[in-house]
T-cell receptor, first 115, second 114 residues
Framework: SAVISQKPSRDICQRGTSLTIQCQVDSQVTMMFWYRQQPGQSLTLIAT?????????ESGFVIDKFPISRPNLTFSTLTVSNMSPEDSSIYLC????????????FGQGTRLTVV | KNQVEQSPQSLIILEGKNCTLQCNYTVSPFSNLRWYKQDTGRGPVSLTIMTFSENTKSNGRYTATLDADTKQSSLHITASQLSDSASYIC?????????????FGAGTILRVKS
């Protein structure tokens, strides 16, 4: 199993500012993902963080708004840029190894409130 | 569109009682179906993973079943405890998504009271 440390666990930010969320895995993993979870709703995939190259974004999410870095196989960051109250949500990091039936592990999430 | 629908949306039971949560999905073909437990303020934690050829899988007091013909799954919790209070999320992995993309249900919020 993999243990994922995600920080900060929560933050309250002013609109127009940016927040960078960090995700550290205790072992090397093939794939890392970033999700957003609105209260009472499903997890929505923002992007796949690719090691050493640009992230792959899902429909509705763009690099300028959610820049992602993944410098190595154990670490990734997600930045929420130019925040508005609509960005208030829980952001989750996930890690897994390649393979259809492999386990997916999640960080504890970052609860973001934009005021 | 791939969908994972869960019911009920929320549930309250007394400690010690059993309960069953339902999941209907339209994802097809799929590689596996997973159940996760998400405590408030925490990330999801895996309970079970079943491939399309498996019918049931247990993890302690949690037993998941899968009927690939009707595209239904259930999670049965036996002898519930206060610590079982959480959101339970059904997740399906599409077969063509070798990149491990997952389709999440909205979850069932379970509250166990004494």
């Amino acid at each position: 199993s993999a243990v994922i440390s995600q920080k900060p666990s929560r933050d309250i930010c002013q609109r127009g500012t940016s927040l960078t969320i960090q995700c550290q895995v205790d072992s090397q993993v093939t794939m890392m993902f970033w999700y957003r979870q609105q209260p009472g709703q499903s997890l929505t995939l923002i992007a796949t963080a690719n090691q050493g190259s640009e992230a792959t974004y899902e429909s509705g999410f763009v690099i300028d708004k959610f820049p992602i870095s993944r410098p190595n196989l154990t670490f990734s960051t997600l930045t929420v840029s130019n925040m508005s109250p609509e960005d208030s949500s829980i952001y989750l990091c996930s890690a897994t190894d390649r393979g259809r039936n492999t386990e997916a592990f999640f960080g504890q999430g970052t609860r973001l409130t934009v005021v | 569109k791939n969908q994972v629908e869960q019911s009920p949306q929320s549930l309250i039971i007394l400690e010690g009682k059993n309960c069953t949560l339902q999941c209907n999905y339209t994802v097809s073909p799929f590689s596996n179906l997973r159940w996760y437990k998400q405590d408030t303020g925490r990330g999801p934690v895996s309970l079970t993973i079943m491939t399309f050829s498996e019918n049931t899988k247990s993890n302690g007091r949690y037993t998941a079943t899968l009927d690939a013909d009707t595209k239904q799954s259930s999670l049965h919790i036996t002898a519930s405890q206060l610590s079982d209070s959480a959101s339970y999320i059904c997740v399906v992995s599409p077969q063509w998504e070798y990149g491990n993309k997952l389709v999440f249900g909205a979850g069932t919020i379970l509250r166990v009271k004494s």
